[in-house]
């Protein structure tokens, strides 16, 4: 049973090209996340999936797209990097249907823009 | 957004003693209430949860207090052992959907 499964783990861009991050959970999951997560800044919401075929902003939306392919998998993307972007990010789903915050979270991806 | 944070950035311990780690939040339309553990290198990790209807929940070894008078939530850890050693998050939400994490504490056990 793997979990949450990110790829790739690690990652460096130069400013203005583009990349997707790609996240797979296999527990049937309705509900999908990405965060990224910074030195003393805790883990930041980029955007959420709360069920398949919907996806909503969060607190820092900008400079992301984000796919829900299917239950399964939800991506993550940078059209045009910046430094500003370098980060981990963190993948995580949720059973979700109940207010619960058991949120499985993936191993990271390590992004650094130059 | 709202605003999750801790009192104090980093604890060192004495392995065997108890930890309490705080939190405080800004939001008291928050219902909802997790911890999660960080380890070196790996995604959160669920500890806890509380509900605002609740001042008290334990699990193993683990209790999370809540104060919605002050705001402020707490995690305490019984004996507390070397596997320990991680940066703990409190997190909030009010929808159930979006939750909002704190800038986390680091706990270091000494053996």
């Known amino acids: 049973n793997a979990g949450v499964t990110q790829t790739p783990k690690f990652q460096v861009l130069k400013t203005g090209q583009s990349m997707t991050l790609q996240c797979a959970q296999d527990m049937n999951h309705n509900s999908m996340y990405w965060y990224r997560q910074d030195p003393g800044m805790g883990l930041r919401l980029i955007y959420y999936s709360a069920s398949e075929g919907t996806t909503d902003k969060g607190e820092v939306p900008n400079g992301y797209n984000v796919s829900r392919l299917n239950k399964r998998e939800f991506s993550l993307r940078l059209e045009s990097a910046a430094p500003s972007q370098t980060s981990v990010y963190f993948c995580?789903?949720?059973?979700?249907?109940?207010?619960?915050?058991?949120?499985?979270f993936g191993e990271g991806s390590r992004l650094t823009v130059l | 957004g709202e605003s999750v944070g801790l009192h104090l950035p980093t604890l060192s311990v004495q392995e065997g003693d108890n930890s309490i780690i705080n939190c405080a939040y800004s939001n008291s339309a928050s219902d909802y209430f997790i911890w999660y553990k960080q380890e070196s290198g790996k995604g959160p990790q669920f500890i806890i949860d509380?509900?605002?209807?609740?001042d008290k929940r334990q699990g193993q070894r683990v209790t999370v207090l809540l104060n919605k008078t002050v705001k402020h939530l707490s995690l305490q850890i019984a004996a507390t052992q070397p596997g320990d050693s991680a940066v703990y998050f409190c997190?909030?939400?009010?929808?159930?959907?979006?939750?909002?994490f704190g800038t986390g504490t680091s706990l270091t056990v000494i053996p």
């Open positions: 995580a789903s949720m059973r979700g249907g109940e207010n619960t915050g058991e949120l499985f």
């Open positions: 509380i509900r605002s209807n609740m």
């Open positions: 997190a909030e939400t009010l929808s159930g959907n979006q939750f909002y």
